[in-house]
């Protein structure tokens, strides 16, 4: 069964940090682009960062640049989203998304096959 799970979110003060994790199950994520993607109560699905197959090519959200960081590690059939400096902002359900065979990152949700069920994370003023 294919699956893709997130974990890592929860409740932090404003300024703290979260790493997410979205672990695949039923295939490997050697040949998939992966996005994180967030949505706050009341607002569209947005793209927040993405990493293309072959994890050398990044894309930020303009709203996280220089304070998330998205990588990779086939070897465990994870990708992590370090968040730092959050912001109440921030506070959404965050959900991953693999996409086969993506050369360029995008943030464009019907390019993603395969999606998480999402993770809370919750930002305190």
């Known amino acids: 069964q294919v699956q893709l799970v997130e974990s890592g979110g929860g409740v932090v003060q404003s300024g703290g940090s979260l790493r997410l994790s979205c672990a695949a199950s039923?295939?490997?994520?050697?040949?998939?682009?992966i996005g994180w993607f967030h949505q706050a109560p009341g607002k569209e699905r947005e793209g927040v960062s993405c990493i293309n197959r072959r994890g050398g090519i990044t894309y930020y959200a303009d709203s996280v640049k220089g304070r998330f960081t998205i990588s990779r590690d086939n070897a465990k059939n994870t990708v992590y989203l370090q968040m730092n400096s959050l912001k109440p902002g921030d506070t959404a359900v965050y959900y991953c998304?693999?996409?086969?065979?993506?050369?360029?990152?995008?943030?464009?949700?019907?390019?993603?096959?395969?999606w998480g069920q999402g993770t809370q994370v919750t930002v305190s003023s």
């Open positions: 998304a693999a996409a086969f065979g993506l050369i360029a990152p995008s943030v464009v949700p019907r390019v993603y096959a395969y």
């Open positions: 039923g295939f490997t994520l050697d040949n998939y682009g």
